[in-house]
């Protein structure tokens, strides 16, 4: 799908990233989601426990576009990680390089971690796995000398980008950390499985 720069383009883009960001919040849960969705769809606003229960999914992030709150860009970047796991999700596939892991953007852009984790698998390949780590930086400077945000982000990467893999005794399984994720690997099943703490939200 195309998207031009009309009014209705962007507000159907703004719609989509809208729509996954609280389905992935809320867990897709009917009490919290489809509340949502059909109040969102039908123009309703919620009220009592239903306004309640759905503003805790939406105010971590939301909150401080709402109160349109001074030099608070936590929403653009929010939006940004967003944007970045869509389009990376769904890209064509590379046969030889197929996408092992690509996880959803963190539960809030101040989180630690890097902004946008990909894991390939190798096919014929020695090293079997590689990855990719983002690190997004939005400048806000009125020079047009982005320079220093570019810098500081790529400061970010090369000191607190790099992955740990500790594997045991015959290497029968490893576990790869990267910056707020860790993942357990089987290199002879090939197979890998995420640990890492769900947030808060997603015990409601």
């Known amino acids: 799908m195309t998207l031009s720069g009309s009014p209705e383009d962007r507000a159907a883009a703004g719609w ?5 960001i609280m389905r992935e919040r809320t867990g897709g849960r009917e009490r919290s989601y489809g509340k949502w969705l059909d109040a969102t769809l039908n123009g309703v606003k919620l009220t009592g426990k239903d306004h309640v ?3 805790h999914f939406a105010k971590p ?5 709402a109160a349109k709150k001074e030099h608070n860009h936590g929403l653009a970047g929010y939006v940004g990680e967003w944007l970045w796991y869509l389009l990376t999700r769904d890209l ?10 690509l996880g959803p953007p963190k539960a809030a852009v ?8 990909i894991v390939y698998r190798e096919d014929g390949t020695a090293r079997g796995f590689s990855f990719r780590l983002w690190e997004m930086k939005k400048y806000t400077g ?12 790529w400061t970010q990467l090369s000191t607190r980008g790099r992955p740990t893999w500790e594997c045991s005794p015959g290497a029968t399984n490893c576990s790869l950390t ?3 994720s860790s993942w357990a690997v089987w290199p002879s099943s090939g ?6 703490p769900a947030p808060a939200s997603a015990s409601r």
Do not use: H
């Not at 989509?16 to 996954?20: F, L």
């Not at 101040?110 to 984790?117: I, R, T, V």
């Not at 020079?143 to 500081?152: E, F, S, T, V």
């Not at 197979?191 to 890492?196: E, K, L, N, Y």
């Open 53 to 55: 229960l759905v503003e």
């Open 142 to 153: 009125k020079a047009n000398r982005p320079d220093g945000a570019i810098y500081k982000g």
């Open 191 to 196: 197979s890998m499985r995420r640990s890492r």
């Open 16 to 20: 989509i990233v809208a729509d996954e």
């Open 92 to 101: 064509p596939q590379d046969p030889a390089r197929s996408v092992e892991i």
């Open 178 to 180: 990267t910056p707020g």
């Open 110 to 117: 101040n989180d630690g971690g890097g902004d946008g984790l």
């Open 61 to 65: 992030v939301f909150e401080a576009a």
